[in-house]
């Protein structure tokens, strides 16, 4: 780190292509940073931010990407689009590639719906520097789904059901290749060999394929009237990938917004695309949107929150049982972070909340006066940054989190 001007300037480098950092989603950044700030971006934030060389970058879902100073809140720049920016940014040498798309289905069935996206779709390369737009490429379907770069290959799955394979440093499509499946807020899992897996409904799987052209090597089907599997951001640890959906109540057949559904938590091999397992959680109504939460995956425990009911999950990642659960003040869609076993997250209650990651025990719970919906929080240093359902972006010591007890 370099001091200027009696402030601090984070010189850490990190390479950013896929969603939440990691194939576990625990976006947790080294460094010294420790930071107290917010600002206001007039637009709901749905994107996970992302952190290179003491700058974050995040989309909101008026069309804004802002690039923020992280030591003081100051924005650097900010960019506009017509649509939705809601994948999380990914950063590839001097480019920050992002998702333009809206959530817009033309069906009323969330498990079958006829494609998502109806205004403008497309993937965007800003210079990460000035903000200039770089290049701009069109995909069928919305672009909310959070692509990765894998071999030097851009990899998306949009809203039409469509995996797209783009040169990261112009855009030029490279391949294209047709699952029938729609991707909603779930994001490309880089796993190994060249490989990815991605989830989608319409055609309610999981697939493997391989990133040079698309081609499948299995894909693992759930049942018709699921949904939420094309929300879900997978996690794996190589040898197994973790996920959530929501799953009609009997006597229902499918599911449909307002009605009583179940939370449902699945392991599948990550080789054969078999089922592991597949158990059920809480039951409560199905939201509009964002129907599935952000896994986190930490050694032999899976966390998870719950898009139906306020609650916060953990799993033994060998057989699906439940360690522990623990009541929240709002429903956890978004991604959570783990710091030395004691895991961090939003609640749609406003709240933001330090567990210990082996009991459940609350350690400490911070009211924000703000939701958190799927805009997911990262660790930079000692500091939580997060975006917020009323567009805020918050930058919060760990410390003042879990001192706080306003239960």
Request: with cysteine; charged share 15%; proline share 5%.
């Amino acid at each position: 780190m370099i001091a200027l001007a009696g402030r601090i300037v984070l010189t850490l480098a990190v390479a950013w292509t896929q969603f939440r950092l990691g194939p576990q989603n625990n976006a947790v950044v080294d460094g010294t940073l420790n930071a107290s700030w917010q600002i206001e971006t007039g637009g709901q934030i749905s994107a996970s931010p992302t952190m290179v060389d003491g700058t974050i970058y995040v989309g909101n879902n008026n069309g804004s990407l802002y690039a923020i100073e992280a030591a003081t809140g100051k924005v650097l720049w900010s960019a506009r689009v017509a649509n939705p920016l809601m994948s999380a940014p990914l950063i590839y040498n001097d480019l920050v590639i992002v998702g333009e798309g809206d959530p817009t289905s033309r069906s009323a069935s969330p498990s079958e719906p006829v494609m998502v996206g109806q205004g403008a779709s497309a993937l965007i390369g800003f210079d990460r520097f000035s903000g200039n737009m770089r290049w701009q490429t069109t995909v069928s379907g919305s672009a909310m789904p959070t692509p990765a770069i894998i071999g030097g290959t851009l990899i998306d799955h949009d809203g039409a059901g469509w995996i797209n394979g783009l040169d990261p440093i112009s855009g030029e499509i490279r391949f294209q290749h047709w699952l029938g499946s729609m991707a909603s807020m779930s994001a490309i899992l880089p796993i190994g060999n060249g490989d990815f897996v991605t989830t989608g409904v319409g055609s309610n799987a999981a697939w493997r394929l391989h990133a040079d052209g698309g081609s499948i090597i299995w894909r693992s089907p759930f049942s018709r009237g699921a949904s939420g599997i094309g929300d879900c951001p997978p996690v794996t640890d190589g040898r197994r990938v973790f996920c959530d959906y929501v799953s009609p109540v009997l006597p229902d057949t499918s599911t449909a917004v307002g009605d009583l559904t179940a939370e449902r938590v699945y392991a599948l091999d990550a080789a054969s695309g078999a089922s592991l397992w597949d158990v059920a959680l809480e039951s409560g109504a199905l939201p509009i949107r964002n129907e599935a939460a952000v896994p986190l995956l930490e050694g032999s425990r899976l966390f998870v929150g719950s898009a139906l009911a306020p609650w916060m999950h953990a799993l033994d990642t060998a057989n699906g049982m439940l360690l522990w659960e623990t009541p929240t003040r709002g429903a956890v869609k978004g991604g959570i972070v783990d710091v030395d076993d004691t895991i961090y997250f939003g609640d749609l209650g406003g709240y933001l909340w330090a567990l210990d990651a082996k009991t459940g025990r609350v350690i400490g719970d911070k009211l924000m006066h703000t939701a958190f919906n799927v805009g997911s929080p990262i660790v930079v240093g000692t500091t939580l940054i997060i975006g917020s359902d009323s567009g805020s972006v918050i930058a919060i010591p760990l410390d003042r989190i879990r001192d706080s007890h306003d239960r």
